[in-house]
């Protein structure tokens, strides 16, 4: 039973109902099911790897640091969305309330950003690793390590803030259906029985910071490319495209899924497309991503093989 309250004759909604998610006699449970072996998948793959990467002394670098980094948001990032559709496909209830819905979009795209700003740093990483070799080890140190993620995450949870809070202000009424897998800004404002135009500022303030993110990364791996297709070697060509190859896929999945969902401007899409767009960064790109940075990532692989399996007596290879 959604929760109502009547106001200076108006029905304020206090909760909101998620329409797009079957029951259970409608299938719920054939959704259920992979959705929650996806969920573990992601939880237990990157903790994985943010754990080898910390016991590792190998791969105590830039790179995997800011990998570790990226695997940790993912948890927390899928956090915020998974196990309430995970409940929402069980429950014949499927509701949030007003609050839990903005605290959902709060730590939503909080975190969503946080990582568009790990992999930028992560291009700029590559950028002077490949594009200035030599004075690499002095520029990228561990402190400005920890100071751009930092600042990263503490820009990311800043930016949303004012959006949330004068969210939180708007009142609702008459229809309470998001019609999205999750509370997101444009589906339940959509419900607000008042005018929203201002969202249009805070809508390009995050353009700027997706499109500012893309071109820094996008600008970076133009210059990275012609580097290496610059260099006599084969083999050297080899070694550097394999250390930015996941990188440059993460970031294609990430950044491509946002565009089309974030950057539509006046388009419009059927709450199909709509849904499958949102399953793609919300679901896929974590379950993908610690399959692109360990699989193709040969140091990755003998480091989780570390973490997981045991040393043979010889000391001549790893067993499980």
Request: glycine share 4%; aromatic share 12%; net charge neutral.
């Amino acid at each position: 039973m959604v929760l109502l309250v009547a106001s200076s004759n108006r029905t304020m909604v206090t909760e909101f109902l998620f329409t797009v998610f079957p029951s259970l006699h409608e299938g719920g449970l054939l959704f259920f099911v992979p959705l929650l072996l996806v969920y573990i998948f992601i939880l237990s793959g990157n903790l994985i790897i943010f754990i080898a990467v910390q016991q590792d002394k190998a791969l105590h670098t830039p790179m995997y640091f800011f990998i570790s980094v990226l695997s940790f948001l993912e948890v927390w990032y899928t956090t915020s969305t998974i196990p309430k559709m995970l409940s929402s496909l069980l429950s014949e209830q499927k509701t949030i309330s007003l609050t839990g819905c903005l605290l959902q979009m709060y730590f939503f795209h909080s975190l969503g950003i946080s990582e568009g700003c790990v992999l930028t740093a992560m291009a700029v990483d590559r950028y002077l690793a490949i594009c200035s070799p030599l004075r690499y080890p002095t520029m990228m140190t561990p402190r400005l390590c920890a100071q751009l993620t930092v600042g990263s995450c503490l820009c990311s949870f800043l930016l949303v803030l004012p959006e949330i809070a004068w969210m939180a202000t708007l009142p609702f009424c008459g229809s309470n259906q998001v019609q999205q897998i999750f509370c997101d800004f444009t589906p339940v404002l959509r419900l607000a029985c008042t005018d929203t135009s201002l969202v249009v500022i805070v809508d390009a303030v995050h353009a700027a910071e997706i499109l500012g993110s893309f071109l820094v990364i996008a600008l970076s791996y133009v210059r990275i490319i012609t580097i290496i297709l610059g260099m006599p070697s084969a083999e050297g060509r080899h070694k550097a495209f394999s250390t930015c190859a996941a990188h440059l896929a993460v970031f294609l999945l990430f950044f491509g899924s946002v565009a089309v969902m974030y950057l539509r401007f006046s388009a419009t899409y059927s709450v199909f497309w709509d849904t499958v767009i949102a399953v793609t960064f919300v679901i896929l790109a974590p379950f993908l991503n610690p399959i692109i940075y360990s699989l193709r990532n040969k140091d990755m692989k003998n480091a989780i093989a570390k973490l997981l399996c045991t040393q043979k007596a010889d000391g001549l290879g790893w067993r499980c």
